[in-house]
């Protein structure tokens, strides 16, 4: 799986777009980016996948960068329950082959200030 | 919503002892895994488990680690003699794996304190 690059902490404030940025410039044709978060010592959360179109679900977007060596998970109207460690995974997609796990790096601490 | 669930939160055991961690995966899921995150590091994986076997395993994951699904429902992690340093929480996590739905589900863990 590639590596991803990603900022160790942001802020943000109540209410507006939290926008988070991931590198990952040896990106394969055949990879997607995965966005999970992991709120305080829970099990992490899927939020969102793409392979090079932008993606929009009921909890965030994502946009992938032309050459998809990085993206932007979009949190739209951030909320003080969206405090977490938001990672960025890229990997093939598990629909083929085995069953292989994920890598977590370390991830972006994202804080919500009220 | 359907989720993973486990069994215990917490699990307090003496160094050398062995336990067992429990996960009931999401009911129509295939494919099982076992991840680990020591306190304040990054969430490790550990084992994926599909069709009754190991699918692949970590370089953590050694022979004090196993792991089985013993019936239709329950996935565990059995650590046979624990060590101090297999104190973490243990995630569960499962997977359809269909290509419109290809995401792990991840269990809200099962902390492990070994004295």
């Known amino acids: 799986d590639a590596k991803t690059t990603q900022p160790t902490s942001m802020d943000c404030a109540e209410g507006r777009a939290a926008n988070l940025p991931c590198n990952h410039s040896?990106?394969?044709?055949?990879?997607?980016v995965y966005w999970y978060r992991q709120i305080h010592s829970q099990g992490p959360q899927y939020i969102i996948h793409?392979?090079?179109n932008n993606e929009t679900n009921e909890m965030a977007s994502l946009i992938i960068t032309e050459d998809r060596k990085s993206s932007t998970l979009i949190l739209p109207h951030a909320t003080l329950r969206d405090t977490a460690v938001y990672y960025c995974?890229?990997?093939?997609?598990?629909?083929?082959?085995?069953?292989?796990?994920?890598?977590f790096g370390k991830g972006t601490h994202l804080i919500i200030q009220p | 919503e359907p989720e993973v669930t486990q069994t215990p939160s917490h699990q307090v055991t003496q160094m050398g002892q062995e336990v067992i961690l429990r996960c009931v995966p999401i009911?129509?899921?295939?494919?099982f895994y076992w991840y680990r995150q020591i306190l304040g590091q990054k969430v490790e994986f550990l084992v994926s488990?599909?069709?009754?076997?190991?699918?692949?395993k970590s370089e953590i994951f050694d022979d004090q680690f196993s792991v089985e699904r013993p019936d239709g429902s329950n996935f565990t992690l059995k650590i046979r003699s624990t060590k101090l340093e297999d104190s973490a929480m243990y995630f569960c996590?499962?997977?359809?794996?269909?290509?419109?739905?290809?995401?792990?589900?991840f269990g809200p863990g099962t902390r492990l304190t070994v004295l």
């Open positions: 995974i890229v990997r093939v997609t598990n629909s083929g082959g085995g069953a292989d796990g994920l890598t």
């Open positions: 040896t990106i394969s044709g055949n990879e997607y």
């Open positions: 793409g392979l090079k």
């Open positions: 009911s129509n899921h295939l494919y």
């Open positions: 488990f599909y069709n009754n076997e190991i699918s692949e």
């Open positions: 996590a499962s997977h359809a794996r269909l290509v419109s739905t290809d995401t792990q589900y």
